[in-house]
């Protein structure tokens, strides 16, 4: 009777046993577990104001980037309201994406952000806009923080005050952002710097909203009180255009128009005489910003040496008006990028991705580098390259 009912309970803790596996499956057991680690990333994206072309075509090239690295994207409209890029956040946290990269209008953004992801234990990343210095150095240890990717602002505005410099010219006016936007008031700060290192004097500022609209008043305003202005600096591409508008409004001023930001008018301008000059960084920050968040994700976080997230300064390239053809078809319509080119930033399409790939190919970061990658993968015939290199 004994080596009966042992019998019997040893059957029914076998059946105990094999229900409690089952329902440790359920549960999230090691099936589940397998399952989750085959589970696509999300990652959010905030789009400060859609229907601003500049930052369109970043959201664009941040759905190429999530397709060639197989992950889920959530855009968000901030709508132009700082307040909102706050609160999208927190919508995007709620949704459960697994990481953000955040597009910054202001640098007392970006504590605020990083301490609602560290709560949250979400990772993220910037883009374009870059932190200061100061406001990296304070994040640039924080356990989520995956690093950031961007032009320094004051470099860009550099760029072209020099060569606006360099052409003679003295006069100048200048159609920005706004003050508290740290790119524009960035770019706007390096433009005058060195243009009066040049022995040019800035006659008049314009800040306000980046609209095509509402920067067009400013511009109309500018050149109606200075018509002795002989060039003008336009902040973006949105500027540009309503700087194009405003001089054709304006025949009196014969000032040549300088830009940052290459968007489909800021090229057609180039092409007909009615841009001097465009520069920029050409929409790839939000490449290397989304490469250094998977890989955080990834478990291969890009550290510089010292151990601290990275920081990744994007290149500003300027754009001669013999290549705008090939410009337009290859970074506005189509990405400078391959996706095997972005996968072989990112582990574990590169197991061995680290900080040198990145810089290496930051380093090799102009136009004509990409436009010959284009030749080697048969994009673009050699022909059609070197036509435009002639041209040059």
């Known amino acids: 009777m004994k080596k009966f009912l042992a019998l019997i309970l040893a059957v029914v803790m076998a059946f105990s046993l094999m229900a409690c596996g089952s329902k440790g499956n359920e549960a999230g057991g090691t ?9 696509k990333l999300t990652i959010g994206f905030n789009n400060y104001l859609k229907g601003i ?69 979400v990772a993220y990343a910037f883009f374009d806009h870059m932190p200061s210095q100061d406001v990296f150095d304070s994040l640039k240890n924080n356990a989520n923080f995956a690093g950031c990717a961007g032009t320094v602002d004051t470099n860009t505005g550099k760029n072209i005050g020099t060569y606006a410099g360099e052409q003679g010219l003295k006069k100048a006016l200048i159609v920005s952002g706004l003050t508290t936007d740290v790119t524009h008031s960035a770019r706007t700060n390096g433009f005058e710097e060195a243009f009066k290192a040049a022995g040019g004097e800035v006659l008049a500022e314009g800040y306000g909203e980046v609209t095509i609209s509402e920067a067009l008043t400013r511009a109309n305003d500018l050149l109606t009180a200075h018509p002795e202005a002989d060039c003008i600096y336009a902040t973006n591409g949105d500027v540009g255009t309503a700087c194009m508008e405003a001089l054709a409004k304006h025949p009196e001023v014969k000032a040549q128009l300088f830009v940052t930001d290459l968007d489909p008018d800021v090229l057609t301008g180039l092409e007909n005489g009615s841009v001097a000059a465009a ?22 976080p890009i550290k510089e040496a010292d151990g601290s997230a990275a920081r990744l300064i994007v290149p500003v390239m300027t754009l001669p008006s013999s290549y705008v053809k090939l410009y337009n078809a290859q970074w506005i319509e189509n990405s400078p990028y391959s996706d095997e080119e972005i996968q072989s930033l990112v582990s574990p ?18 136009i004509d580098n990409r436009l010959q990658a284009k030749v080697d993968a048969g994009v673009i015939t050699q022909a059609d390259y070197d036509a435009v290199k002639t041209a040059k």
């Open 31 to 39: 099936n589940s577990a397998e399952s989750d680690s085959s589970k």
């Open 53 to 121: 072309y500049s930052l369109d075509i970043l959201e664009k090239n941040f759905n190429t980037a999530c397709e060639a690295l197989g992950v889920e994207p959530m855009v968000v409209n901030d709508e132009g309201k700082t307040e909102n890029c706050v609160t999208n956040v927190d919508n995007m946290i709620a949704a459960g994406v697994d990481g953000i990269v955040f597009f910054g209008i202001s640098d007392t953004l970006f504590p605020v952000i990083a301490q609602k992801c560290e709560a949250a234990g």
């Open 279 to 300: 520069n920029g960084a050409h929409w790839v920050n939000i490449d290397y910003a989304t490469a250094l968040l998977v890989n955080f994700l990834n478990g291969n």
């Open 349 to 366: 399409f590169n197991k061995s991705a680290d900080l040198s790939a990145f810089q290496a190919m930051l380093d090799a970061y102009t």
